[in-house]
């Protein structure tokens, strides 16, 4: 089955720094990317869509110049988060899918982001 | 109305007896459905995908699809203490292009 990984595990930063967080896909080649973020006892709420050589589609609410998102290659995508507050600690998830729009969403182990 | 509802739970059932999780979903247009599972602290798992109406088995799961109804379900035979999870119901909308909506997840816990 796809594969999807996706490191660090888990990273703690201090407030006012940035963190980047890599998802690949290691058995496929995925165009298109997405980033979800999961806080306690809550649903995944998706963030943004990455495309391979173009712009990321963000979801209302979040801050695209907060949250960067870099799809450089067709396995590889990248979530920065610049100026970590708090606020920001969270489960970041990443998932891609197999060729075709009906093709389930595979994801990353996630990375567990805490902000002090 | 939420866009994928699901009862939070926790619904508990004693191990070897059949758990049975809803999902209703707002947009009829809706395509393509799956159920994931996540234990806690780490990624959903994909457990099944349906599309069209009626049953679809798979081991010790079976969903059902009725959209018509607007519903998905899942049912887990046999539960076992393993099972303990939150399912998530996630649905591919048509009206959100190509993203998948979840709902808020089912916490399950089997019970020895």
């Known amino acids: 089955g796809a594969v999807v990984s996706q490191h660090p595990s888990r990273v703690i930063c201090k407030s006012g720094t940035s963190v980047k967080i890599e998802c690949r896909s290691l058995d496929f080649q995925a165009t298109t990317m997405f980033w979800y973020r999961q806080f306690p006892k809550q649903s995944l709420m998706l963030m943004a869509t990455s495309n391979e050589g173009s712009k990321a589609t963000y979801e209302q609410g979040v801050e695209k110049d907060k949250f960067l998102i870099n799809h450089a290659s067709l396995t590889l995508s990248t979530l920065t988060v610049t100026s970590a507050h708090p606020e920001d600690s969270s489960f970041y998830i990443c998932?891609?899918?197999?060729?075709?729009?009906?093709?389930?969403?595979?994801f990353g182990n996630g990375t567990r982001l805490t902000v002090t | 109305q939420k866009e994928v509802e699901q009862n939070s739970g926790p619904l508990s059932v004693p191990e070897g007896a059949i758990a049975s999780l809803n999902c209703t979903y707002s947009d009829r247009g809706s395509q393509s459905f799956f159920w994931y599972r996540q234990y806690s602290g780490k990624s959903p798992e994909l457990i099944m995908s349906?599309?069209?109406?009626g049953d679809k088995e798979d081991g010790r799961f079976t969903a059902q699809l009725n959209k018509a109804s607007q519903y998905v379900s899942l049912l887990i035979r046999d539960s076992q203490p393993s099972d303990s999870a939150t399912y998530l119901c996630?649905?591919?909308?048509?009206?959100?292009?190509?993203?998948?909506?979840f709902g808020g997840g089912t916490r399950v816990l089997v019970k020895p």
């Open positions: 996630a649905v591919k909308r048509k009206a959100a292009g190509n993203k998948l909506t």
């Open positions: 349906i599309y069209s109406n």
């Open positions: 998932s891609a899918r197999l060729t075709g729009s009906d093709s389930p969403l595979h």
